[in-house]
C-alpha cells in the first residue's frame, strides 16, 4: 500500500534511448502495536519497575483505530460504570477506574489518607503511567523522567487474570488486535486512494521517435502536477505523423473491478465485536441474510455473564481490603431481570 507523491526521478537521455520515471516511494501503513506476543516481563533497573507486557500507548492508539473496538470498550464500560450506586468514588471516577481495567487489563484505585492516616475515600491512578518494582510498591511515571512513588499498602490494584504474568493485568481482546490493524489499514489504503485521483496508478508508454526531448520533459511535468482528486482527467497531445500507438496509458491495478474494501470492512467488525464477546445486537450492525435478535434477551444474557462479573470483581478487591471502612464499600446494582 502506497502513496503517490510529487516528487520525480528522472534519467537525462536522448530520444534514442529508454527513459523511465516514476512518483514517490513506498509508505509503511502504520504498524504500532506488534509486541502482543510475549513470554517474560523485563525489569527497568535504571527506573526500578517492571515495564508492562504490552506497549499502552499501543493498546491507548488501538482504540482510535478501529470504529468498533474504541466503541465496544466505551460501551462495555458505560454498562458495568452504569451499575455503579454508592461507595468512595463517584461515578465519573468510577468510569476512568472501569476504562482503564479493560483498555490496559488492571486499574489502581488510591486510598485517600486523612491526617491520622484512615482512609477517606479512593481516587483511580492512570495505569496507562503506573509501574510496579519488585518490592510491590508502584510508582507513576511523570515528565522529565521524574517518579511519583506509592506504597503498596496504598494501592488497591485490580486486574485480569495474565497466565503468562503476574505482575500486571492482560487485556481480553488481544485476539482481535489484529483485525483492528487491519481495518485501518484498509480504511486508510482507500482514503489515500481517493486523494490520489482514484486509482493506483498507472505506466505512461511512450514509443514514438517522433516525440521530442521537450514533449517528454513537458509530459513528466504535467503528470507530476496531476495528483489529487480529480486534477489528471484528461490530456490533449500532438504529434506530427506520429504512430497510432505511440503513447499508451496502462493502468497498474484496477480496484474498481477487484474491491475487496466492502468485505475486509465487514469481517474485520465481526471479529473485533467477537474478540469481545459483544452481542451483535448491542453493536448497531445489521447482519447479512439475517434479522436482528432481542436487543433485551441478548442485554440481559450479557448482563449476566460479563458485567455483572466485572462489577463484583470491583466490589470483592476494595470492600475485602481490610482498611477500607464500610461507609466507602462499593455497591453496584447487580439486578438483572429480562422484560
Same mark, same amino acid.
Given at each position: 500500500?502506497?502513496?503517490?507523491?510529487?516528487?520525480? %526521478?528522472? *534519467?537525462?537521455?536522448?530520444?534514442?534511448?529508454?527513459?523511465?520515471?516514476? =512518483?514517490?516511494?513506498?509508505? =509503511?501503513?502504520?504498524?504500532?502495536? &506488534?509486541?502482543?506476543?510475549?513470554?517474560?516481563?523485563?525489569?527497568?533497573?535504571?527506573?526500578?519497575?517492571?515495564?508492562? #507486557?504490552?506497549?499502552?500507548?499501543?493498546?491507548? *492508539?488501538? &482504540?482510535?483505530?478501529?470504529?468498533?473496538?474504541?466503541?465496544?470498550?466505551?460501551?462495555?464500560?458505560?454498562? $458495568?460504570?452504569?451499575?455503579?450506586?454508592?461507595?468512595?468514588?463517584?461515578?465519573?471516577?468510577?468510569?476512568?477506574?472501569?476504562?482503564?481495567?479493560?483498555?490496559?487489563?488492571?486499574?489502581?484505585?488510591?486510598?485517600?489518607?486523612?491526617?491520622?492516616?484512615?482512609?477517606?475515600?479512593?481516587?483511580?491512578?492512570?495505569?496507562?503511567?503506573?509501574?510496579?518494582?519488585?518490592?510491590?510498591?508502584?510508582?507513576?511515571?511523570?515528565?522529565?523522567?521524574?517518579?511519583?512513588?506509592?506504597?503498596?499498602?496504598?494501592?488497591?490494584?485490580?486486574?485480569?487474570?495474565?497466565?503468562?504474568?503476574?505482575?500486571?493485568?492482560?487485556?481480553?481482546?488481544?485476539?482481535?488486535?489484529?483485525?483492528?490493524?487491519?481495518?485501518?489499514?484498509?480504511?486508510?489504503?482507500?482514503?489515500?486512494?481517493? !486523494?490520489?485521483?482514484?486509482?493506483?496508478?498507472? $505506466?505512461?508508454?511512450?514509443?514514438?521517435?517522433?516525440?521530442? !526531448?521537450?514533449?517528454?520533459?513537458?509530459?513528466?511535468?504535467?503528470?507530476?502536477?496531476?495528483?489529487?482528486?480529480?486534477? =489528471?482527467?484528461?490530456?490533449?497531445?500532438?504529434?506530427?505523423?506520429?504512430?497510432? !500507438?505511440? $503513447?499508451?496509458?496502462?493502468?497498474?491495478?484496477?480496484?474498481?473491478?477487484?474491491?475487496?474494501?466492502? *468485505? $475486509?470492512?465487514?469481517?474485520?467488525?465481526?471479529?473485533? %465485536?467477537?474478540?469481545?464477546?459483544?452481542?451483535?445486537?448491542?453493536?448497531?450492525?445489521?447482519?447479512?441474510?439475517?434479522?436482528?435478535?432481542? #436487543?433485551? *434477551?441478548?442485554?440481559?444474557?450479557?448482563?449476566?455473564?460479563?458485567?455483572?462479573?466485572?462489577?463484583?470483581?470491583?466490589?470483592?478487591?476494595?470492600?475485602?481490603? #481490610?482498611?477500607?471502612?464500610?461507609?466507602?464499600?462499593?455497591?453496584?446494582?447487580?439486578?438483572?431481570?429480562?422484560?
Amino acid at each position: 500500500m502506497t502513496e503517490q507523491k510529487t516528487e520525480t %526521478i528522472t *534519467k537525462e537521455s536522448t530520444n534514442d534511448e529508454s527513459l523511465m520515471f516514476s =512518483f514517490g516511494e513506498p509508505e =509503511f501503513m502504520n504498524r504500532d502495536f &506488534t509486541n502482543y506476543d510475549y513470554s517474560e516481563l523485563y525489569y527497568n533497573d535504571d527506573g526500578d519497575y517492571w515495564e508492562p #507486557p504490552l506497549d499502552r500507548t499501543g493498546l491507548n *492508539k488501538l &482504540t482510535r483505530a478501529n470504529a468498533y473496538h474504541g466503541s465496544i470498550l466505551m460501551a462495555r464500560r458505560n454498562m $458495568i460504570a452504569g451499575r455503579y450506586t454508592q461507595g468512595g468514588m463517584q461515578k465519573q471516577q468510577m468510569q476512568s477506574a472501569v476504562h482503564d481495567f479493560l483498555e490496559f487489563g488492571d486499574t489502581a484505585l488510591l486510598k485517600l489518607r486523612n491526617y491520622l492516616g484512615k482512609v477517606v475515600g479512593l481516587w483511580p491512578i492512570p495505569t496507562m503511567y503506573l509501574r510496579k518494582r519488585k518490592n510491590g510498591d508502584f510508582v507513576f511515571l511523570e515528565r522529565d523522567n521524574k517518579q511519583k512513588r506509592y506504597k503498596k499498602e496504598d494501592i488497591i490494584f485490580i486486574k485480569q487474570y495474565d497466565p503468562v504474568q503476574q505482575v500486571y493485568g492482560g487485556p481480553d481482546y488481544l485476539g482481535c488486535v489484529q483485525s483492528a490493524l487491519l481495518s485501518q489499514d484498509s480504511t486508510t489504503f482507500r482514503r489515500r486512494y481517493y !486523494k490520489n485521483g482514484l486509482h493506483m496508478g498507472f $505506466i505512461f508508454y511512450a514509443t514514438d521517435p517522433n516525440l521530442s !526531448k521537450e514533449d517528454e520533459d513537458d509530459l513528466k511535468e504535467k503528470m507530476a502536477s496531476s495528483r489529487g482528486v480529480g486534477n =489528471f482527467r484528461s490530456m490533449f497531445i500532438n504529434i506530427p505523423n506520429g504512430n497510432e !500507438k505511440g $503513447i499508451q496509458l496502462i493502468p497498474v491495478g484496477d480496484i474498481a473491478t477487484k474491491d475487496e474494501y466492502e *468485505k $475486509i470492512k465487514n469481517v474485520t467488525a465481526q471479529e473485533v %465485536i467477537t474478540g469481545h464477546r459483544f452481542p451483535v445486537e448491542l453493536a448497531a450492525i445489521i447482519p447479512n441474510g439475517g434479522t436482528r435478535g432481542d #436487543p433485551i *434477551k441478548f442485554d440481559y444474557v450479557y448482563c449476566k455473564n460479563e458485567v455483572i462479573p466485572a462489577c463484583e470483581m470491583f466490589m470483592d478487591a476494595v470492600n475485602g481490603d #481490610p482498611e477500607v471502612p464500610k461507609n466507602l464499600h462499593l455497591t453496584f446494582n447487580l439486578d438483572n431481570v429480562a422484560t
